[in-house]
């Protein structure tokens, strides 16, 4: 294991161009910590979530992923606040298709009305023309695939939208979706301890579709002391959390893990882990442990 220390550490976690022309840094950052309890309303500490925006940015992060269901409404409004105008190679990738009753409660929404409103206010919330990467947050059931795709194609095609992917899918529904619309994304819960999508990661990086983990950050008992990842952390002196960043960067070319805080501290560990390098017996020692 080797690790370097330049000032944007992201920029060593190599690069993915999203639909072939789009290009990010593959370690990017997760927003919604930046609300209340629950995901639910304002921050307990808004200009500190400010701060965290801003750092981000700094420390070479190119990807920032929201959502207009992360608050509701709250976590696009303070990525504008901390970082509008953005800069050339910043993409915000936000998810509509999910409405929020209340705290700790998402329900699917995908009816093309529905759509065509949350992309028309998640631009306005985030002072753009056009949304580089947006994304399905979650299939409706009850309303036609081809209908929920067919409204976001549409507002592609009216240059509101750049960029079309997916979020919680099943290969199958990935398969079905790329039928109706070009998919360059897809966002499933994935880290080292539960690689329950690896078919979907399979395809994703037989078809060079992004794979962005949610939840990539879940060490659980591998941390515990004594256990394989306290063991190497302890060597190598990178944190749990690095050394499960290490290893998804690792895993795949197609993978961009989007690690979300609501600490600076804790944010620079998380982009630090761009710099650390696993050999090929570390990488093979947490894959057969996990």
């Given at each position: 294991m080797s690790t370097q220390s330049p000032t944007r550490p992201a920029?060593?976690?190599?690069?993915?161009a999203l639909g072939g022309d789009l290009p990010v840094n593959r370690l990017g950052y997760g927003a919604m910590q930046l609300t209340g309890p629950g995901v639910w309303g304002e921050p307990s500490d808004p200009d500190g979530a400010v701060r965290v925006l801003r750092r981000a940015v700094e420390l070479g992060v190119t990807l920032i992923d929201t959502a207009d269901a992360y608050g509701p409404f709250v976590n696009e409004q303070l990525i504008r606040k901390a970082l509008h105008p953005y800069t050339d190679d910043l993409v915000i990738a936000t998810k509509g298709g999910v409405t929020r009753p209340g705290p700790d409660d998402w329900r699917p929404n995908g009816r093309p009305e529905h759509l065509r409103q949350t992309v028309e206010l998640s631009l306005r919330r985030l002072g753009l023309e056009r949304i580089d990467l947006y994304q399905l947050h979650r299939i409706d059931p009850d309303v036609p695939l081809a209908e929920q795709l067919g409204a976001l194609t549409q507002l592609q095609q009216e240059g509101k939208l750049r960029h079309l992917g997916l979020s919680e899918v099943t290969v199958d529904e990935l398969t079905e979706?790329?039928?109706?619309?070009?998919?360059?994304?897809?966002?499933?819960?994935?880290?080292?301890s539960n690689r329950s999508a690896d078919d979907v990661l399979k395809y994703a990086e037989a078809e060079n579709i992004a794979f962005i983990p949610w939840f990539p950050i879940a060490t659980g008992e591998l941390a515990r002391p004594g256990g394989p990842l306290d063991a190497m952390s302890r060597l190598h002196r990178a944190s749990p959390a690095q050394l499960a960043?290490?290893?998804?960067?690792?895993?795949?070319?197609?993978?961009?893990?989007?690690?979300?805080?609501?600490?600076?501290?804790?944010?620079e560990e998380n982009t630090n882990a761009a710099l650390v390098r696993l050999d090929d017996e570390e990488f093979e020692k947490l894959t057969a442990a996990a």
């Open positions: 920029d060593a976690s190599g690069t993915f979706a790329r039928t109706y619309a070009d998919i360059v994304s897809v966002q499933n819960l994935y880290n080292l960043l290490a290893w998804l960067l690792r895993r795949s070319p197609v993978i961009l893990p989007i690690p979300g805080t609501s600490s600076t501290a804790h944010l």
